[in-house]
């Protein structure tokens, strides 16, 4: 059972990434990776009859599309992301225009320099807010040159990752729903109510998505939702009701994206149910704050521990060993998941409960 986190992007990380063709920067580097150039304008997106909405990007630094765009992905079976056979990722998201669906695809720059030539296509009323938003999910506005490393274990990481960059979706709701489902329980049982609870609610994918694919439902929706249904998904009534309240203020909780990140945090926490561990994942997403740091994770420290200091250590000396990097922790923490790096395993996993028959 985790404290607060399941075991979940490690996995993502590691489906996307057998999944997806290569990548510029995908390749290790020795030490730290190249300083980024200012990242150009987005073209003008192009519409067609059978293509959606097209936009040609040219993201002037090193860019590893799946390990950026893994951590919002919830087990292999999230109705909201998919991976096709050609390795193109398409997602879907509640915009404030409405539901859009949008498919990503991604190639090294011609000319060999460091950088990737992204190509999105959007359907749906949300078409043109997904397609704007797409640098910013991709780490445009992320700041990885802040980051200095003076651990060998991280300056190892941070080279052979240079192309992970911290996304940010904007979308607040939308990210708290399935942490609040993660709250203190392993990850298959939060994935299946989330895969549940989207099939059940959620809004079909615009265009031609991949079967079964779904977008999150409106605030509204959430609400509505009656406790025999949260029961049939495996969701007890705490969680519930958090998700419940927090829908009621579902707008005024988007701002929250871009506020310092003291003030989110501080906004997020005074809801009921959210505490710091689920504040964090939010801000983590759908702020792209690098230094949320996942206090509470049931797995986080000890990978911490062990990745740099060679032992298990619990929340206390997480943050310890994460003071250095103040304003980089969960750039830190991110680094270690995707490394697969951990402290050997001495008992079995804990099971998954099922709410759902008792």
């Not at 003030?263 to 939010?282: C, K, N, R």
């Not at 996993?349 to 759902?356: C, F, G, I, K, L």
Request: proline share 9%.
């Amino acid at each position: 059972m985790t404290g607060a986190g399941p075991e979940k992007r490690r996995e993502a990380a590691t489906d996307l990434s057998a999944s997806a063709p290569a990548l510029a920067g995908e390749a290790p580097l020795a030490g730290q990776a190249a300083p980024a150039r200012e990242a150009a304008p987005a073209p003008a997106a192009a519409g067609s009859d059978d293509g959606g909405l097209r936009r040609d990007w040219l993201a002037p630094f090193e860019l590893n599309v799946p390990l950026t765009l893994a951590v919002h992905r919830r087990g292999r079976g999230d109705p909201t992301f998919r991976v096709d056979a050609d390795g193109a990722i398409w997602r879907t998201c509640l915009t404030p225009d409405g539901p859009a669906t949008m498919r990503l695809t991604a190639r090294p720059f011609a000319d060999g320099s460091p950088g990737t030539l992204i190509t999105t296509q959007a359907w749906g009323h949300g078409a043109a807010w997904l397609t704007d938003s797409a640098p910013d999910l991709l780490g445009a506005s992320d700041n990885p040159e802040a980051f200095r490393p003076d651990h060998p274990r991280l300056r190892s990481l941070a080279g052979q990752l240079a192309g992970l960059r911290i996304s940010r979706t904007g979308r607040v709701f939308e990210a708290l729903v399935p942490a609040v489902l993660e709250q203190k329980v392993v990850g298959v049982e939060a994935r299946r109510a989330w895969r549940i609870l989207l099939h059940r609610f959620g809004l079909p994918a615009p265009g031609p998505a991949p079967a079964g694919m779904r977008v999150v439902p409106p605030a509204a929706a959430w609400r509505a939702i009656p406790s025999w249904d949260w029961h049939l998904a495996g969701v007890e009534a705490v969680r519930a009701r958090t998700i419940a309240t927090a829908a009621g203020v579902a707008g005024r909780l988007e701002e929250i994206s871009s506020l310092p990140a003291p003030e989110a945090d501080q906004w997020l926490q005074s809801l009921p149910g959210i505490g710091v561990w689920t504040s964090a994942e939010i801000r983590q997403r759908a702020a792209g704050d690098p230094d949320a740091v996942s206090v509470g994770d049931y797995h986080i420290p000890a990978q911490v521990g062990w990745a740099l200091a060679g032992r298990v250590v619990d929340d206390a000396g997480m943050l310890e060993l994460l003071a250095p990097y103040a304003g980089q922790r969960y750039r830190v923490t991110r680094l270690i998941e995707l490394s697969g790096s951990g402290s050997p395993r001495r008992g079995p996993r804990m099971s998954a409960r099922d709410y759902r028959a008792i």
